[in-house]
T-cell receptor, first 113, second 114 residues
Framework: DTGVSQDPRHKITKRGQNVTFRCDPI?????LYWYRQTLGQGPEFLTY????????KSRLLSDRFSAERPKGSFSTLEIQRTEQGDSAMYLC???????????FGDGTRLSIL | GQQLNQSPQSMFIQEGEDVSMNCTSS?????WLWYKQDPGEGPVLLIA?????ELTSNGRLTAQFGITRKDSFLNISASIPSDVGIYFC??????????????FGKGTKLSVKP
């Protein structure tokens, strides 16, 4: 049984560039969540999907951020025109249903030069 | 963003000691979860609590869901070196039966006594 998989594990990019991260949830998990974690803090919610539908977005998710889950399986998170403040660990989690606990991947660490 | 109050922020353990940490909130949650995170990795689920007053164990770990639904604690008995890491509590919000995102504390960092 494979866990939540995220790619890439690390991304270094220049300010102003676009980046895209991928998350593969645990097989048959309907719920998929994105969180952001900065140093010394707990993860903060960004958005979540029920199958392919994006049901909730946080105030943290500015217009430069977009997430998709086109076939209800893997998801992508894109950040356009990256800024210094976007440097963080981006975590993906999945759960079987909304009432089941969320299981996290190992994250994508984004560094903006 | 909203976060839970988790204490202590950090603590040092000696092998064999028992450890306690807790989490409080001004909001009511229907689910409390405890995660452990090692450097460079994602949080790993330790215990999930679904009912007020519930006491659940997972090996040497015991967690309780507070009666007021605004707090939870985690105990680790007879600590071992691999218990070192950051422990996060998380409350899950429930919007009329459709549960969504987790609200996390800032973590309790467990280190080994020098």
């Amino acid at each position: 049984d494979t866990g939540v998989s995220q790619d890439p594990r690390h991304k270094i990019t220049k300010r102003g560039q676009n980046v895209t991260f991928r998350c593969d949830p645990i097989s048959e998990h309907n719920r998929l969540y994105w969180y952001r974690q900065t140093l010394g803090q707990g993860p903060e919610f960004l958005t979540y999907f029920q199958n392919e539908a994006q049901l909730e977005k946080s105030r943290l998710l500015s217009d430069r951020f977009s997430a998709e889950r086109p076939k209800g399986s893997f998801s992508t998170l894109e950040i356009q025109r990256t800024e210094q403040g976007d440097s963080a660990m981006y975590l993906c989690a999945s759960s079987l249903t909304g009432h089941q606990p969320q299981h996290f991947g190992d994250g994508t660490r984004l560094s903006i030069l | 963003g909203q976060q839970l109050n988790q204490s202590p922020q950090s603590m040092f353990i000696q092998e064999g000691e028992d450890v306690s940490m807790n989490c409080t909130s001004s909001s009511i949650f229907n689910t409390w979860l405890w995660y452990k995170q090692d450097p460079g990795e994602g949080p790993v689920l330790l215990i999930a609590l679904y009912k007020a007053g519930e006491l659940t164990s997972n090996g040497r770990l015991t967690a309780q869901f507070g009666i007021t639904r605004k707090d939870s604690f985690l105990n680790i008995s007879a600590s071992i070196p691999s218990d070192v890491g950051i422990y996060f509590c998380a409350g899950q919000l429930d919007y009329g039966g459709s549960q969504g995102n987790l609200i996390f504390g800032k973590g309790t960092k467990l280190s080994v006594k020098p």
